[in-house]
């Protein structure tokens, strides 16, 4: 028997989402937003909003047919950390923070693109953080601690994954590597090891435009990581636009699978969405979660000339910053004191163009003045600037986690940044709060309502036939 649905979503109205009982997707795609909480999905959106003139302009993620919302808590914390939020995501289960698709005990638990390659389909992973990574690496590894980067990189080797895109060539390649840094303590080229199993291997910026230009016309197997440690944020990419987008990884990764006859599974992480928050950076979290949507926009084209056997999940991991939209007694949210900046606080203040101890205040002042729309400063706003300025002039030890381990310059400016936006923010780690999460295509209403993280896998193992266990 088939079920037809209607929707009655804006952008949806005219399509028909149908499948018959009992029949699991060929084409599977698993968003996931790291550190993607309401707020991030919704601040993007009105972003959009604020640059396109456009006031009923929508993120695609949040008029998909189908909606629900997850709580994210781990097994040891109610707070929970990629690893632990992840491993409930690939696995169905929960499990202490720090944990890679282990159990606490140290049992190994089948992952969704095990199961998936275990009934015949292609899989991939696509990240813009290192593919080491907590999030990617629940998928293709099994480790008691997620910082075994080393170990985890190896299990890639073993995971059996067909496409694989990201940063972080650190931990593939041998610590006397002739063509840059390596983090590995020993000789393997585990990248060498790919190309021997048959892998098209893309390594480094300077391979950007050979991944680009490549064209799978067969079945193939790729592993392409352009940088040393994480992609950059989408703002700053941008800029230099020397790797790859999440959307251009996206499209190449759907080119590639597309190829297997069997269908395919494939997860693609936004994963520098978290990385933002964390350093409290409205405009890095706004910038890549609009890429984020982007990307889903390129499998929703796909499930468009598919629509009868493709599935498109957007989950978040959990929510990260504990962003605030709007604070004090204030009724409104001026975007466009976000729309001027040029680049990333979490990245360039804090790591690439920092403010250090005997640096020149004017020319620094001028130089956030001219990248991050920040001119007319108030007497109260620059004072705190100057106030973390002398921190870092004095070699101040932040010993109450004012500036949460970053450059306390960085952090004043952000939070400055935020506030004239009437954005507040209450941590620099994660917060506990449920987090929405959206689906379309063959068997999207099993995602629908209050469910737990691990529900979202356990729904998918049933639709797909998979067994998540030990």
């Avoid at 390659?117 to 992973?125: F, H, L, V």
């Avoid at 972080?168 to 080229?189: L, Q, T």
């Avoid at 979290?285 to 999940?313: C, G, M, Q, R, S």
């Avoid at 101890?357 to 956030?368: L, M, Q, T, V």
Wanted: negative net charge; hydrophobic residues 35%; proline residues 3%.
């Amino acid at each position: 028997m088939a079920l037809i649905l209607t929707s009655v979503v804006s952008g949806f109205s005219k399509i028909e989402v149908s499948y018959a009982a009992g029949k699991a997707p060929k084409y599977v795609f698993y968003f996931i937003g790291d550190g993607l909480g309401a707020s991030q999905r919704q601040i993007a959106e009105y972003f959009k909003q604020e640059v396109t003139g456009e006031k009923d302009a929508k993120l695609l993620m949040n008029t998909f047919p189908v909606a629900g919302i997850n709580t994210t808590y781990s097994a040891d914390s109610l707070v929970t950390d990629s690893a632990a939020a992840g491993t409930a995501l690939a696995t169905g289960h929960k499990t202490n923070n720090g944990f890679i698709s282990q159990t606490p005990d140290g049992d190994n638990l089948r992952t969704l693109i095990e199961e998936a390659e275990e009934k015949g389909m292609a899989t991939g992973i696509i990240t813009t953080t290192r593919l080491t990574h907590a999030t990617p690496a629940v998928f293709a590894s099994h480790n008691e601690n997620r910082n075994n980067e080393n170990e985890i990189a190896a299990d890639y080797l073993d995971s059996g994954v067909d496409f694989i895109a990201g940063g972080g060539y650190r931990h593939f390649v041998p610590k006397d590597w002739k063509w840059g840094k390596s983090k590995r303590k020993d000789d393997r080229n585990i990248l060498q090891e790919f190309y021997e199993k048959g892998y098209r291997v893309f390594v480094g910026e300077h391979d950007t435009k050979a991944f680009r230009n490549y064209n799978p016309k067969v079945r193939e197997k790729v592993i392409a990581t352009f940088t040393y440690s994480h992609m950059p944020y989408e703002i700053d990419r941008k800029n230099r636009n020397d790797v790859p987008s999440l959307v251009e990884m996206t499209e190449k990764g759907i080119e590639v699978l597309s190829k297997y006859k069997n269908g395919f599974f494939l997860m693609v992480e936004g994963g520098r969405i978290d990385h933002a928050c964390h350093a409290n950076d409205p405009v890095g979290a706004i910038h890549d979660t609009l890429e984020f949507d982007e990307a889903i926009k390129e499998a929703y084209e796909f499930y468009k000339k598919h629509p009868n056997e493709t599935l498109i999940v957007v989950v978040g991991d959990h929510e990260t910053g504990g962003m605030g939209l709007g604070f004090g007694k204030n009724y409104f949210l001026k975007l466009d004191e976000l729309t001027d900046a040029k680049l990333s606080t979490a990245d360039v203040l804090n790591y690439e163009n920092p403010y250090e101890k005997g640096d020149n205040r004017a020319e620094y002042f001028a130089y956030i003045e001219k990248n991050l729309g920040l001119d007319n400063l108030t007497e109260a706003e620059r004072k705190e600037i100057e106030k973390a300025m002398d921190i870092v002039d004095n070699g101040i030890e932040d010993k109450a986690g004012e500036y949460g381990g970053y450059n306390p310059v960085a952090i004043a400016v952000t939070h400055i940044l935020s506030e004239r936006a009437n954005i507040q923010w209450t941590t620099y780690a994660h917060s506990g709060v449920s987090i929405p999460m959206s689906a379309i295509g063959v068997g999207a209403e099993e995602f629908s309502g209050y469910k737990d993280n691990t529900e979202i896998a356990k729904a998918m193992a049933k639709l797909m036939g998979f067994e998540l266990t030990k």
